[in-house]
């Protein structure tokens, strides 16, 4: 195929066409910007940091500089194409948070790893606009510390609401969000405006109270946050109001109004698993390293590991108020693994009386030499 263009002038017939590949290639929204993102997202950035709201996740903070304009990633980037990709539930994901048998896992999680299925179209389309517009390409889904929200609203893709989050007329809350920098000038899009209004259910909703104000969200409180990139044990305070939700937490997305105008996901792959959607706990309790690893192929929970996927699990049982789960409990109060020994420990205290598990509770400690092991079954678990 023979280039679009020759020079550096790409025109608006240029434009449709790259329009309508994006659509072939699976792409359900696409808008173009210029790499300068708003004065203000400098500090907003800053002020996150520097109240520590990002908690363990340090990479935000060492990559800050390249964070504040997409050309301290590629300085010869003059056009972005921020691209969006449905992945709508086919249900209300609060629906799930009652069954308290069954572990809950983020809506994002539940079919294959988006990071995989998106690049490898994101590479084709990359491949045929350096073809077509002889030019130089870069793409990114979630692989460079790039504003991409703020990228997507400069693009018009959707606006970044009160959760954080961008919120999209068409698709609510359910957009992956993926870019392609280029080397030369393409007409850009109209900015979304904010349409949240004075809805705060996004806020009201959260069940640790994360939001510090709206559109500022303190991480180390987020659930999302405490069950996927937490790497010790999640603090008391939290613990209760993580409910039965064992990979990150939907709340602040699905109570958004706007997804009455979102549809399901046409992509296969991100489609709801059997096995993470009606998963009971009891199943889950029962993961080792090898059966975790091969039950999460190909899916981004993989990545925490067993260790921190069993301390969730053990949370969600110690909040389902079944007592028959302490069959489940109570081998792993001599785990292998300390994380999942102490989270263990509050769950089975949370099921049992102190006179049920008092033999239980002599044997562990005798044997127990981790500090914070010992401290879950001295300290009150409220």
């Known amino acids: 195929m023979s280039p679009l263009i020759s020079n550096h002038k790409i025109s608006k017939k240029d434009k449709n066409e790259i329009i309508l590949e994006s659509k072939k290639l699976g792409f359900d929204a696409i808008g173009f910007a210029k790499p300068n993102l708003k004065s203000e997202v400098k500090g907003n950035l800053n002020d996150f940091l520097e109240n520590n709201y990002h908690g363990e996740m340090d990479w935000l903070k060492k990559n800050k500089t390249r964070r504040e304009s997409p050309k301290n990633i590629w300085s010869d980037v003059k056009t972005i194409i921020s691209l969006g990709v449905n992945y709508g539930p086919d249900k209300d994901p609060l629906k799930l948070i009652k069954e308290k048998e069954l ?15 998106i690049k490898k179209n ?31 609203e400069l693009a ?42 004075t809805c705060t259910k996004c806020q009201d909703i959260c069940p640790t109270d994360a939001f510090t104000e709206e559109y500022k969200l303190d991480a180390r409180k987020c659930i999302s946050y405490l069950t996927i990139e937490h790497k010790s044990q999640i603090p008391i305070q939290f613990r209760k109001k993580i409910g039965n939700r064992i990979y990150g937490c939907d709340d602040c997305l699905a109570i958004c109004p706007w997804n009455k105008f979102a549809k399901k996901s046409k992509e296969i792959r991100f489609s709801t698993k059997e096995k993470t959607i009606n998963f009971s706990l009891s199943k889950l309790s029962k993961l ?81 030499r981790d500090s914070l092991v010992k401290k879950e079954w001295l300290e009150s678990i409220s």
Not at 172 to 181: D, H, N, T, V
């Open 122 to 152: 994101l590479k084709i389309f990359g491949s045929w606009i350096a073809n077509n517009l002889n030019c130089e390409v870069k793409i990114f889904v979630d692989t460079a510390p790039i504003m991409e929200k703020n990228i997507a």
């Open 288 to 368: 080792e390293d090898k059966t975790f690893r091969e039950f999460f192929s190909g899916s981004p929970i993989k990545r925490i590991g067993r260790d921190r996927f069993l301390r969730n699990v053990m949370i969600a049982i110690g909040n389902s108020g079944k007592r028959s789960f302490s069959k489940d409990i109570i081998p792993k109060i001599s785990d292998k693994s300390p994380l999942v020994r102490g989270a263990a420990i509050w769950a089975i205290r949370n099921l049992l009386d102190d006179s049920e598990i008092k033999e239980i509770k002599e044997k562990s400690l005798n044997k127990e």
């Open 103 to 117: 572990g809950n896992i983020s809506v994002y999680a539940r079919g294959e790893d988006y990071h995989k299925i």
């Open 156 to 197: 018009g893709l959707g606006w970044q609401g009160k959760h954080t989050n961008l919120v999209s007329k068409d698709f609510g809350s359910w957009l992956f969000l993926a870019e392609i920098f280029i080397d030369k000038n393409i007409e850009i899009d109209m900015p979304e405006v904010d349409n949240c209004g």
